[in-house]
């Protein structure tokens, strides 16, 4: 099994540029997360999605967009980059709730 | 809001010495559970604990989930370098319904071979 993939694993954006970041998983997990991961920040949830079908904001949601495509699927959009949001990014998903959630490799974010 | 606190941020040991990290919270969990984050890697979850006072052990790793459900302590017995990395713990924030884990900044282990 894949688990969580997510594409691309690197990528570099001029500021006000726009992109999507893409998230499948293969696991049938009804939940999906964005997080995104700073130095000394710790992990600090973007957007989530309980089901399929509904997406809710998180810590820091500001300067992003989210579409749960299907049951597997779940992009992240930026409309117009700024430099601070570079970081790296993870896609995460759980079969239910909370419990135990499945990482993607990570998306390195730098914005110039 | 809930907030997660991980103590210490970072821990040198020689291989061989043990190890323990801490989280607290400023709120009662349903649940608690820990990560561990390779250099350059993603988080991959190790375990969760549920009841008051559960004591889980895998080989050397022993977790422990406090009587009144805001602390968490995660042990490791006779480190070795394969342990290096960040350890995370994470709580919902909501309750047992929620759909959020609020995760501490993470206690960063370094094993001096």
């Known amino acids: 099994n894949a688990g969580v993939t997510q594409t691309p694993k690197f990528q570099v954006l001029k500021t006000g540029q726009s992109m999507t970041l893409q998230c499948a998983q293969d696991m049938n997990h009804n939940s999906m997360y964005w997080y995104r991961q700073d130095p000394g920040m710790g992990l600090r949830l973007i957007y989530y999605?309980?089901?399929?079908?509904?997406?809710d904001k998180g810590e820091v949601p500001n300067g992003y967009n989210v579409s749960r495509l299907n049951k597997r699927e779940f992009s992240l959009r930026l409309e117009s980059a700024a430099p601070s949001q570079t970081s790296v990014y993870f896609c995460?998903?759980?079969?239910?709730?909370?419990?135990?959630?499945?990482f993607g490799s990570g998306t390195r974010l730098t914005v110039v | 809001g809930q907030q997660v606190m991980q103590i210490p941020q970072y821990q040198h040991v020689q291989e061989g010495e043990d190890f323990t990290t801490y989280c607290n919270s400023s709120t009662t969990l349903s649940n608690i559970q820990w990560y561990k984050q390779r250099p350059g890697g993603h988080p991959v979850f190790l375990i969760q604990l549920v009841k008051s006072g559960e004591v889980k052990k895998q080989k050397r790793l022993t977790f422990q989930f406090g009587e009144a459900k805001k602390n968490s302590s995660l042990h490791i017995t006779a480190t070795q370098t394969t342990d290096v990395g960040t350890y995370f713990c994470a709580g919902p924030p909501g309750g047992a319904g929620s759909y959020q884990l609020t995760f501490g900044k993470g206690t960063k282990l370094s094993v001096i071979p």
């Open positions: 999605s309980a089901s399929e079908g509904t997406t």
């Open positions: 995460a998903s759980s079969e239910q709730g909370t419990y135990g959630y499945t």
